[in-house]
Nanobody, 115 residues
Framework: VQLVESGGGLEQPGGSLRLSCAAS????????MRWHRQAPGKERELVAG????????NYADSVKGRFSISRDNAKNTVYLQMNSLKPEDTAVYYC?????????WGQGTQVTVSS
């Protein structure tokens, strides 16, 4: 059972990145999916979430209108499209799959927003 994030890197303010989270060993379609982030010296925070049937999404106030979470159950992958990036978006981003009985986390991918 594994979640693997990719797509992080260094981007300039105002730029865009798309993070991917691919699952192996289990099927994402039954799980609520979330992206969290943790900046140096700060607690981990929820960035975005999407329900198992993609019927609902939720976002932290700090990213509303800039970030978009989506999922492709056929590819067993969830995405986080990040636009209009700001330096304060710099953090390690973690993917999380949650059900009533299971809770899986990826290893994280670094996003750095800097000129």
């Amino acid at each position: 059972v594994q979640l693997v994030e990719s797509g992080g890197g260094l981007e300039q303010p105002g730029g865009s990145l798309r993070l991917s989270c691919a699952a192996s060993g289990f099927t994402l379609s039954s799980y609520h999916m979330r992206w969290h982030r943790q900046a140096p010296g700060k607690e981990r925070e929820l960035v975005a979430g999407i329900s198992s049937n993609s019927g609902s999404t939720n976002y932290a106030d700090s990213v509303k209108g800039r970030f978009s979470i989506s999922r492709d159950n056929a590819k067993n992958t969830v995405y986080l499209q990040m636009n209009s990036l700001k330096p304060e978006d710099t953090a390690v981003y973690y993917c999380n799959a949650a059900s009533y009985t299971q809770d899986y986390w990826g290893q994280g991918t670094q996003v750095t927003v800097s000129s």
